[in-house]
């Protein structure tokens, strides 16, 4: 039996809202609904920037970054998406992005590094770490046998954020076939045939490159872009793009001989709806497509949950309670990328999803609770982060990680 109880929150009286015995319980329940709904929207992300618009083309990758505290603001909340990125900021995000471990022990040998004390890794402590990671290897030395340069305040270019990301990648990259051709050619002999890789493994996807020298200074928003496409190959992260297609999906379901026949849409359907609102969300497809498959067992159920009740991710289920309905398959998929936004971000997602819904046939998450008012989150980024977190046990990240695992292998892990 693959369904899962619900936690969620410090404990099962804490995530309830609180009951007053001096009114009736049908009171009760308006007035936290209207509470809620009073509730102003956070400002926060991208929608907290002043100067990055809804419509911007990297709106999603700089709130995703900006939750996860990749990337941040400036002093007056302007995010400066066209600011250049210089290459020390680059080393800083590069690490956070991909969860790489830096402390005071990383010592960098790099002479024109700025030298820190406890107080703060940045800039040398970030740059070491990229340099022990093989990352990057610096600039030349001013003179032979002088200490090694890495230009920390130099701008970075699109040649060398896509060398260093490629360099950086949480798997082994496939290697493309001879008859492959980038966008950018071969402009160099260094950052070409890693721009060569990149792109075949959809690290430039939904990209300009085309439109864009590859000398050209990375941009802000251009890097949060690219860093967004990164977290696509992080081995047990949540966030960022889906390097995968939704027949990607399927066709792991289906090789294993598993039928999906109980489930209220077709598979490729469902596996389609997976992607658009991984994409809306930021949360990878591939993750949440493993949490599905975890919790339905294949979509076979068994357990708690109906196949009718569209809820593929167990919401609200504990033992011997079915958790939550959902009017269509689509809703469903919404509540789970809903919910999970819940734990993942830490300021919540801007999205208007992202909010408690008890109306099955309304888009959102429908346990979207307020406690102490505050949002509910569990500060999750990994997908071991869901143990006793998303569900009791402190295996369950482990399982969806093997099913994740499966699913890697046929989009190139």
């Not at 260093?164 to 071969?186: D, E, F, I």
């Not at 889906?242 to 026949?261: C, H």
Request: charged share 15%.
């Amino acid at each position: 039996m693959n369904q899962s109880r619900q936690i969620e929150g410090p404990s099962a009286s804490a995530a309830r809202p609180p009951r007053r015995v001096y009114i009736t319980a049908l009171v009760a329940l308006a007035l936290i609904l209207a509470s809620l709904a009073a509730l102003p929207r956070p400002a926060q992300a991208a929608a907290g920037f002043p100067d990055v618009s809804a419509s911007h083309p990297y709106r999603l990758q700089i709130e995703v970054l900006s939750q996860l505290r990749v990337i941040g603001g400036f002093s007056n909340g302007d995010f400066r998406p066209d600011s250049p990125v210089t290459r020390q900021q680059f080393a800083k995000m590069v690490v956070l992005a991909l969860r790489i471990p830096v402390s005071e022990s990383d010592v960098s040998p790099f002479g024109d590094v700025l030298r820190t004390g406890p107080e703060t890794l940045f800039p040398d402590n970030y740059i070491a770490a990229v340099l022990r990671e093989s990352i990057t290897t610096g600039t030349k030395a001013d003179t032979p046998g002088s200490a090694p340069l890495f230009s920390p305040g130099a701008p970075v270019s699109l040649a060398q954020v896509v060398t260093m990301m490629t360099r950086a990648s949480g798997r082994s990259l496939v290697q493309p076939p001879p008859s492959y051709r980038s966008v950018w050619g071969n402009f160099n002999a260094s950052h070409g045939p890693t721009a060569r890789v990149a792109q075949y493994n959809g690290l430039l996807r939904y990209f300009p490159a085309a439109g864009l020298s590859p000398w050209k200074q990375a941009t802000r928003a251009e890097v949060a872009a690219l860093l967004y496409n990164l977290m696509g190959t992080d081995i047990a992260g949540l966030n960022g793009l889906f390097l995968g297609q939704s027949s990607d999906l399927v066709a792991y379901f289906r090789d294993l001989g598993k039928t999906s026949e109980k489930f209220t849409i077709p598979l490729a359907d469902l596996a389609k709806l997976y992607v658009k609102y991984g994409r809306r969300f930021g949360i990878r497809a591939d993750m949440a497509w493993a949490q599905m498959i975890h919790e339905t067992g294949f979509g076979e159920y068994g357990g708690d949950v109906k196949p009718e009740q569209n809820n593929m991710a167990g919401i609200g289920a504990t033992g011997g309670v079915p958790g939550n309905s959902f009017a269509t398959a689509e809703l469903g998929v919404i509540a789970q990328y809903a919910h999970l936004a819940w734990y993942i971000y830490p300021d919540h997602l801007d999205d208007e999803y992202c909010r408690q819904s008890g109306d099955p046939a309304v888009p959102g998450d429908p346990r979207h609770f307020v406690i102490d008012g505050k949002v509910h989150k569990g500060n999750v980024r990994t997908v071991y982060d869901l143990s006793s977190k998303w569900a009791v046990g402190s295996e369950y990240g482990a399982a969806i990680q093997g099913v994740a695992a499966g699913i890697h292998s046929y989009v190139g892990w």
